[in-house]
């Protein structure tokens, strides 16, 4: 078992404004079309809708949740992801350490009472350590879906992406409920398997205690055909429901605040690292 450390991020200059970000949300992200990203991006998306099938994640599951990968404390897992460019994002081309300093710092700006939500906005992208390691990006990044049952219209790429993934010829998966029964609960759904699932099983493993709404936050921030589109609501029940706003006014703040003002770490590490110490301490298991 590892036990892994790294050095200081670099140090830039980052002042939220909240407001442009909003002003230019409808025409700027989330851009699937058109855009200087949008060829390795549509790659990442085929060999992901390829190979995410219910067996897949079902492995996956088995290999990683045991968390007996590596020992690492919470801010070396974030600031390791100064060594990843997400892939699918088609809004940013800079390491995701940046991105998860800048939603942090969106979230106190809004909600400077609720300390755990900004650590959420800090670690919710920790789960990409996967593509560090071993894992290739489709099984580690991008938006997410269930396994075992119908694709929803809204998944991204869906015309043109699933066509040879088996489970879509299967009469077992294939229809609207699939492997599910109606109303089961997101907790009995099988997700595409990536960093919102992996890094929840890991803060469950170690006991972290983040509050519910924070650890849905976690689990489902990247299910974009539910808290964005209103798909998979038939697989849902009264509690994920519930949780869906909280889900919803974390986007804001992961998908708004991505600007090429990139932030000062060295001079917020001090206040964070104060949160990591309060919900999840010390050496957690990966």
Same mark, same amino acid.
């Given at each position: 078992?590892?036990?892994?450390? $790294?050095?200081?991020?670099?140090?830039?200059t980052?002042?939220?404004?909240?407001?442009?970000?909003?002003?230019?949300k409808?025409?700027?992200?989330?851009?699937f079309? !058109?855009?200087?990203?949008?060829?390795?991006?549509?790659?990442?998306?085929?060999?992901?809708?390829?190979?995410? !099938?219910?067996?897949?994640?079902k492995?996956?599951?088995?290999?990683?949740?045991?968390?007996?990968?590596?020992?690492?404390?919470?801010?070396?897992?974030?600031?390791?992801?100064?060594?990843? $460019?997400?892939?699918?994002? *088609?809004?940013?081309?800079?390491?995701?350490?940046?991105?998860?300093?800048?939603?942090?710092?969106?979230?106190?700006?809004?909600?400077?009472?609720?300390?755990?939500?900004?650590?959420?906005?800090?670690?919710?992208? $920790?789960?990409?350590?996967?593509?560090?390691? &071993?894992?290739?990006?489709?099984?580690?990044?991008?938006? !997410?879906?269930? $396994?075992?049952?119908?694709?929803?219209?809204?998944?991204?790429?869906?015309?043109?992406?699933?066509?040879?993934?088996?489970?879509?010829?299967?009469?077992?998966?294939? !229809?609207?409920?699939?492997?599910?029964?109606?109303?089961?609960?997101?907790?009995?759904?099988?997700?595409?398997?990536?960093?919102? &699932?992996?890094?929840?099983?890991?803060?469950?493993?170690?006991?972290?205690?983040?509050?519910?709404?924070?650890?849905?936050?976690?689990?489902?921030?990247?299910?974009?055909?539910?808290?964005?589109?209103g798909?998979?609501?038939?697989?849902?029940?009264?509690?994920?429901?519930?949780?869906?706003?909280?889900?919803?006014e974390?986007?804001?703040?992961?998908?708004?605040?991505?600007?090429?003002?990139? *932030?000062?770490?060295?001079?917020?590490?001090?206040?964070?690292?104060?949160?990591?110490?309060?919900?999840?301490?010390?050496?957690?298991?990966?």
């Amino acid at each position: 078992m590892r036990v892994i450390h $790294v050095g200081p991020d670099p140090s830039l200059t980052y002042r939220p404004n909240l407001e442009k970000d909003e002003a230019k949300k409808k025409e700027d992200y989330r851009n699937f079309e !058109t855009g200087s990203l949008f060829d390795r991006v549509f790659r990442t998306y085929k060999l992901m809708h390829t190979n995410q !099938t219910v067996d897949f994640v079902k492995q996956k599951l088995s290999q990683w949740t045991a968390c007996n990968h590596t020992q690492m404390e919470m801010m070396d897992a974030i600031l390791a992801l100064n060594q990843l $460019v997400d892939e699918s994002d *088609p809004d940013v081309d800079f390491p995701n350490s940046f991105h998860a300093f800048q939603t942090a710092e969106g979230i106190r700006q809004a909600h400077p009472d609720k300390d755990w939500f900004q650590l959420v906005g800090l670690i919710h992208d $920790v789960g990409k350590m996967l593509g560090l390691w &071993e894992e290739p990006q489709w099984a580690v990044v991008g938006d !997410t879906f269930p $396994v075992g049952c119908q694709y929803q219209k809204s998944v991204v790429f869906r015309d043109n992406t699933f066509l040879d993934n088996p489970d879509d010829k299967n009469a077992n998966y294939n !229809t609207e409920y699939g492997m599910y029964e109606p109303n089961c609960g997101l907790n009995k759904v099988l997700m595409s398997w990536g960093h919102d &699932e992996y890094l929840y099983r890991v803060l469950k493993f170690n006991n972290c205690s983040i509050p519910e709404e924070g650890m849905y936050m976690i689990r489902f921030h990247s299910f974009y055909p539910w808290h964005s589109h209103g798909d998979y609501m038939h697989l849902c029940n009264d509690r994920d429901l519930q949780m869906l706003p909280w889900v919803q006014e974390f986007n804001k703040f992961d998908l708004y605040t991505k600007t090429t003002e990139l *932030p000062d770490v060295e001079k917020l590490k001090p206040y964070y690292q104060s949160l990591i110490d309060k919900y999840c301490p010390g050496t957690l298991k990966w």
